[in-house]
């Protein structure tokens, strides 16, 4: 049968993190013991307040019909209070979009907000898909990329240079999947300083990792003076209250673009899960005491790793500020040999070199925007990491 698949899902790959994930999955089915730190899911279980609330609206029998398109308002009211008192942004309950995750959340805003042709500046390194999502939704990514010396982060002059008639957002993610890169109000204002003379560039803050932030600081580049007006900020329950399955994210914009996301979403998904919601408010009443002890555990976590890997010679390491991973450069096993013979000649052999040998899985660059590195989340037990160190320092010393 000839290819049914469209042109434009032809132009995008399957997500390198989910097949990763899928392959160690398989592996793990035909009993080997592969230690899988690819996928970017906090190990810890929902908070039992969350679940035990999200089990009384059930059982209160009022919320099985259809939740209205953007959400239930008392959740979209609470996320409006916490978006004002955390984050220093004003968005009023209708500019606010409940959605099924964040992924969920960009598509719906590539696709309301793009035309064919129009170019979003992506921060290199990049999670994954938001390539993939700009490319389905016929626009086009223009990658600033940036190293490791810097800590990932793009300078201002990158900025200017990228910019051009055909831009019309531009978006990144502090803490950065996968960098675990913090933005700082400093490193904002740089951009904002730029941006300030583009008025009619959409900014996309996707905040997903707020919670997981060991600076302490976490800024929205929409609380800057004359951001809040053009700035379409992501954030959801995934991260910071260990509610990956929940599917909730959500996001604040502009009234007319609010809007445009809203008629996208009652079009395709319409509202997210009526349980989930409930969850999700009873997630935001309850405070952030889980999230912050959650982010404890993930620091002591990064200092067990940071100084492990810093004993393999030839990887390049920095200490990430936020999220939950790692993202060395690996330019110096490229080349290198297996003790078969087999040449490594990048990060995706490498990868799966390191799944067969070291029986880890890990995720390649490429799709990320850096070739020459690969990400390693500790979203993990603390014995499950060190054996995952360990074994990876052994298998890396045997290529030559």
């Not at 087999?342 to 070739?371: C, M, R, T």
Request: glycine letters at 6%.
């Amino acid at each position: 049968m000839k290819n049914l698949e469209s042109i434009r899902l032809q132009n995008v790959e399957e997500s390198s993190t989910l097949a990763m994930a899928a392959l160690a999955r398989e592996y793990k089915s035909k009993g080997v013991d592969v230690i899988s730190l690819s996928l970017g899911e906090p190990d810890f279980k929902t908070p039992d307040h969350i679940c035990e609330g999200a089990k009384r609206s059930i059982d209160s029998g009022k919320f099985f019909s259809y939740p209205p398109v953007p959400g239930y308002l008392d959740l979209r009211e609470a996320i409006a209070e916490k978006f004002k008192n955390e984050n220093n942004l004003n968005y009023n309950p209708n500019e606010i979009i409940v959605s099924n995750g964040v992924k969920h959340s960009i598509t719906n805003v590539m696709f309301s907000v793009l035309n064919p042709g129009d170019e979003v500046i992506v921060f290199a390194p990049f999670w994954v898909s938001y390539s993939a999502i700009i490319t389905l939704a016929d626009g086009i990514p223009k990658y600033i990329n940036t190293t490791i010396q810097n800590d990932f982060k793009p300078t201002s002059e990158q900025l200017k240079n990228a910019i051009s008639k055909k831009t019309k957002a531009i978006i990144f993610s502090s803490p950065c999947n996968p960098t675990g890169t913090v933005f700082t109000k400093k490193d904002l204002e740089s951009y904002r300083n730029i941006l300030i003379d583009h008025p009619e560039i959409i900014i996309i803050s996707d905040e997903i990792y707020e919670h997981i932030n060991f600076t302490d600081e976490h800024v929205s580049i929409g609380s800057l003076e004359s951001m809040n007006n053009r700035t379409i900020t992501l954030n959801g329950f995934s991260k910071g209250f260990a509610m990956t399955g929940w599917r909730l994210g959500y996001i604040g914009a502009p009234l007319e673009i609010a809007k445009s996301i809203n008629k996208m979403q009652g079009q395709t998904t319409s509202a997210n899960c009526s349980i989930a919601q409930r969850a999700g408010l009873i997630a935001l009443e309850g405070g952030n005491e889980c999230a912050l002890e959650m982010k404890k555990e993930y620091l002591k976590r990064r200092d067990i790793i940071y100084n492990l890997l810093s004993k393999i010679e030839k990887i390049k390491i920095n200490k990430p500020q936020g999220a939950f991973y790692f993202f060395p450069e690996i330019t110096n096993y490229i080349g290198n040999k297996t003790e078969d013979g087999k040449v490594i000649n990048s990060a995706n052999e490498l990868a799966l070199y390191l799944l067969e040998d070291a029986k880890v899985s890990l995720v390649p660059g490429e799709d990320f925007g850096a070739p020459n590195c690969i990400r390693i989340s500790y979203a993990a037990s603390e014995n499950e990491l060190i054996e995952a160190t360990q074994r990876l320092e052994i298998s890396l010393k045997k290529l030559s």
